[in-house]
């Protein structure tokens, strides 16, 4: 595929379709822009005399706004679609967002996300990695990619808004942030109950009850419970399906209107996740020691085969499985197991407070205040190695807490000028206390090896973003926002070290806007992104440990056309982007002599780069109950430069790395779906389907074959029957088996490791609910 003319093509594509528009004004049916009052962004009207598509609002700038009237590159699902997908976790509804790539790493529990927006994000399970695209839950910042893969329980809608959200989000959403919001309390008795049995032996089970006490006390509670008994993978050793998981949780919201114009809410919500450690395949090839040494000789049997021989087979073993990785030798295995009676490999609990205060001062103030605490503890024995032999395992045990408050100031009188002020505060810590057990350094004994981790954070920003209309066609956005970050670290183990570091940035906005007419505009876009410096977590020596890494910058650049067309039942929106990337973080894998493990990953400003695509969306009702959304998204992302000092300060090698891809960036990404519905007797019968291109692409640094992915087709289905109160589904995810890998390590030489995406999921769903449950 040249990407070069598909960019062009783009770019061409945008440009022509805003001028067609823009002399073709007389030609338009005239517009209706009064707002409706809809949750559910992408649904059609119930009005079958006239139908049209229903406005799509989101709260990609801290304000409810129209989709198509906002200068920025934002895509939108609503509960309805959302219920449609069957999804268990966001993974299954990032299809709404051209060029985003969201996969699970399977280096821990509780879901540790690789998100990708435009080629831009982090692969790894370390809490020193801040994230490069934001996950945003009720209005909460995670600042971790673990746990950030969110449970798709009572989410009312979800946003996915691409390029640096620097202004209004802060550091660590340099690609973007995706943004996910439940229902609120309705304070009216209702509610909502579901059953679900899959492939696996899953089941699930969950429910929201809504209730008020009095006029002013509006009350919700939740709770959910998902047991998947049969793992997706067949270990060949002990003869089980690793993979078991089983999750818990609870939840109550509250929400109290003491006057008329003041909001307080209180949400706090459990998890509890127990689970097989994920699993990981060998994927070693000649050249690596774990391959070439004859006593060991984990050899893949080629470049897309991993070593038990399948993608979903797994050679792990633990306890008393585990082999003599020199045989002949005395063996004692390390004083750990991780029991496969049950799901108990590995647990990840999370607890959210959170409070806010949604203030109107006057008809034209609004005071937002939101205060959120979240605390994580896991545990996990990995397998690393993949392998019935103790060559690389891990214990680790790490807690991780949040708290952050945000205070916003929002002035809209209906006039020319709106705006957005505030300030944030943010302080987190995580705590690791990692047990290496290497195998393949020393003949007759497993090497534990301690390196326990704290590491703190702590942030200060000031920001504001305003809009300026100067007539009905002219729209000027200025924003910007001042950022210091404070870091900390304390090794302890065979490194004992401390250090601390800070910086200051600012990262402006600036947009212009030309309304062509009620149904058309189009807008050109500077924004800066910001990423926080910060200390390795692994480490094998003083200077890894104390040597700060710096901030990573990004400047990007849009041209972008939104339209509504035919009476409001078609929606076509184009964008252009193209953005410079300045001393770019890059995790990299090294040997190592001092570590004790043979390896460890640095964190460096080794890389400029530069990234350039095109997105287009639409979205049609094409007919009264059949709708269709698709979505195109076209990525060019190069090295400028990539040089890696991969000696030491007083040694130094310098490795050049330029011609490398990105990983998690193909060229091209498509998706193509619809829902048709129609009544029957005593209900209605909704047909729901999507399919998702994901263009070849790497998923790790070194761009090694035995980790490559080649294209890949994901197709969803659907049916459900639904009334007033009850409905019953069938669905199936991931129809074609596509079974590309979701994360993937070349570890420095020693050896290869992969997992894939969950296989074909289906099953059945039957649900009830009663009085008010939306």
């Known amino acids: 595929m040249n990407c070069s003319k598909l960019l062009k093509t783009a770019a061409i594509t945008a440009c022509l379709a805003a001028a067609i528009t823009l002399f073709s004004v007389t030609n338009l049916s005239a ?241 509890r996740t127990n689970q097989d450690t994920p699993p990981l395949l060998n994927v070693g090839q000649p050249g690596q020691l774990f391959c070439d040494v004859p006593i060991w000789g984990w050899c893949s049997p080629n470049t897309t085969t991993p070593v038990s021989g399948g993608r979903y087979l797994t050679l792990q073993a633990y306890g008393s499985d585990v082999t003599n990785p020199f045989p002949g030798a005395p063996f004692t295995p390390p004083g750990y197991d991780a029991p496969f009676e049950g799901p108990s490999g590995a647990t990840f609990d999370a607890d959210t407070n959170q409070f806010e205060v949604r203030w109107d001062l006057t008809d034209d103030y609004r005071i937002d205040y939101l205060i959120g605490k979240w605390k994580t503890d896991e545990t996990a024995v990995n397998d690393w190695d993949g392998v019935t032999q103790i060559l690389f395992h891990t214990s680790r045990p790490a807690q991780y807490k949040q708290l952050s408050n945000e205070l916003r100031l929002t002035y809209d009188a209906g006039d020319k000028l709106v705006y957005t002020v505030g300030g944030y505060y943010w302080d987190s810590e995580y705590q690791i206390q990692l047990q290496s057990y290497i195998g393949f350094v020393v003949p007759s004994l497993v090497l534990d090896l301690p390196q326990f981790t704290d590491q703190g954070s702590k942030s200060l920003a000031f920001f504001g973003e305003g809009d300026y209309s100067f007539n009905d066609n002219w729209t000027l956005t200025l924003g910007g926002r001042w950022t210091q970050d404070k870091k900390t670290t304390q090794q302890t183990g065979i490194v004992t070290a401390g250090a601390k570091e800070e910086w200051n940035k600012f990262t402006p906005k600036a947009a212009i806007k030309y309304t062509i007419n009620d149904a058309s505009m189009v807008y050109g876009l500077l924004s800066s992104g910001y990423r926080a410096g910060g200390f390795n977590g692994r480490v094998d020596s003083i200077e890894t440990a104390t040597t700060p890494y710096d901030p990573e910058t990004l400047d990007n650049y849009e041209l972008g056309y939104r339209s509504q067309w035919a009476d409001d039942t078609l929606v076509f929106n184009a964008t252009y982007f193209y953005m410079d990337y300045q001393n770019k973080q890059e995790e990299i894998q090294q040997a190592s002599d001092s570590s004790g493990t043979g390896q460890v990953t640095r964190v460096v400003n080794a890389a400029d780069a530069t990234i350039q695509g095109g997105e287009f969306e639409l979205m049609w009702l094409a007919t009264d109950g059949l709708t269709l959304r698709a979505n195109l998204g076209l990525l060019d992302a190069k090295y400028d430069s990539f040089v890696v000092n991969t000696g030491t300060s007083d040694h130094p090698v310098y490795t050049d790395y330029s011609d490398l891809n990105f990983r998690r960036a193909p060229k091209a990404t498509f998706s193509l779906g619809g829902n048709y519905a129609w009544d029957v007797a005593g209900g209605a019968i909704t047909l729901n389907a999507v399919w998702h291109y994901l263009g070849a692409h790497e998923v790790d640094f070194a761009n090694k074959p035995e980790l490559h992915n080649d294209a890949q087709n994901l197709v969803d289905a659907s049916i459900d029957f639904s009334n007033d109160t009850w409905w019953i589904s069938g669905y199936v995810r991931n129809l074609l088996k596509a079974d590309g890998y979701q994360i993937g390590f070349d570890v420095a030489g020693l050896w290869s490791y992969a997992a894939p995406r969950t296989p074909r999921i289906y099953g059945v769903e039957v649900g009830y609910r009663f009085g008010s449950s939306e």
Request: hydrophobic share 35%; glycine share 12%.
């Open 31 to 271: 517009q209706d822009n009064s707002k409706k009052d809809s949750n559910d962004p992408g649904a059609g009207t119930t009005d079958f005399d006239n139908p049209t598509l229903e406005e799509i609002t989101v709260t990609a700038r801290k304000r409810v706004e129209s989709l198509q009237e906002v200068a920025l590159s934002v895509s939108a699902m609503g509960a309805q679609e959302i219920k449609m997908a069957f999804a268990t976790d966001v993974r299954d509804l990032i299809f709404i967002s051209p060029n985003t790539v969201l996969d699970d790493t399977s280096q821990g529990p509780g879901g540790v996300a690789a998100a990708y927006i435009r080629g831009i994000g982090v692969s790894e399970v370390e809490k020193n990695f801040d994230p490069a695209v934001g996950v945003v839950v009720d209005g909460i910042f995670r600042g971790t990619m673990t746990g950030s893969i969110e449970r798709a329980i009572d989410l009312e809608r979800m946003e996915v808004a691409r390029g640096p959200q620097g202004t209004l989000f802060g550091r660590n959403t340099i690609g973007g942030v995706i943004i996910m919001e439940h229902s609120k309390p309705t304070g009216v008795l209702g509610g909502k109950f579901r059953a679900n049995y899959g492939n696996y032996e899953t089941g699930v089970l969950d429910g929201v009850f809504n209730f008020g006490i009095g006029d002013k006390l509006a009350v919700k509670l939740t709770g959910a419970y998902r047991d998947q008994n049969q793992g997706y993978f067949t270990n060949l050793v002990t003869g089980r399906h690793d993979g078991k998981s089983e999750y818990t949780s609870w939840g109550v919201n509250v929400l109290w209107t003491p006057v008329e114009n003041l909001e307080l809410e209180y949400t706090l919500q459990q998890e």
